[in-house]
């Protein structure tokens, strides 16, 4: 290597790591929490940054728009968020004789803005928006598009607007193998739980979502 494009290799490395610095590593220290493992891409919009939470191994893709003035909002181990992303913790609330918009934050009751959780292993599509209270149970999957207003059961795969749990990743028993490979015994759901809501969730609601994936 010449010393012409050795300089010419450090100033690239110079330009590089002043970007990190700028745009990355700084805004790092501004969030809730932010694991060593854990990254984000930008474009990326946060009110309320002191309020994210991104645990090990996890990202969150550009583009996305995260609204956590007043509540929490989540991320925990090995999960993957696409493009597009929207989170709103908040709620306007009403109060008779006033115009919504007049409404201050601080007026509003303790619960109004509830926190949103992502659990560990869940995979998030693109343009997807979690709303006020919701989990997303771990090892989901949320579809690209997906409204979730709801929280959705663990292992489970929504889609739509309301998002709604169109099938499992697993079945019970197959969650129950999975776990034993990932997780302490203490951690680990119990095979009457996962029967529970695969059950509710999918063999007695088949006809409703065979009709919703036409």
């Not at 990254?39 to 002191?50: A, D, Y």
């Not at 959705?152 to 607007?161: F, H, L, M, R, T």
């Amino acid at each position: 290597m010449t010393i012409y494009n050795r300089f010419k290799r450090n100033d690239f490395l110079s330009a590089l790591r002043s970007i990190y610095l700028r745009y990355f590593a700084v805004k790092r220290k501004k969030f809730g929490y932010i694991h060593p493992t854990a990254w984000f891409r930008q474009p990326i919009l946060v009110k309320g940054i002191n309020n994210v939470y991104l645990h090990e191994n996890s990202s969150i893709l550009g583009n996305a728009q995260i609204l956590t003035i007043l509540a929490k909002f989540i991320v925990k181990k090995n999960t993957g968020i696409a493009e597009g992303l929207t989170v709103v913790t908040g709620n306007h609330i009403n109060i008779i004789g006033r115009f919504y918009r007049t409404i201050k934050d601080s007026e509003k009751p303790a619960n109004a803005d509830k926190d949103v959780i992502v659990e560990e292993d869940v995979w998030i599509g693109v343009n997807v928006t979690l709303l006020s209270g919701v989990t997303i149970g771990r090892g989901s999957i949320v579809g690209a598009g997906s409204v979730c207003r709801f929280s959705v059961p663990p292992y489970s795969i929504v889609a739509g607007n309301p998002a709604k749990v169109i099938g499992f990743k697993f079945t019970p028993t197959q969650i129950i193998e999975h776990e034993k490979a990932l997780y302490p015994e203490n951690e680990r759901f119990s095979l009457e739980f996962l029967k529970d809501n695969y059950n509710k969730y999918y063999v007695k609601r088949i006809k409703e979502i065979v009709a919703f994936l036409k």
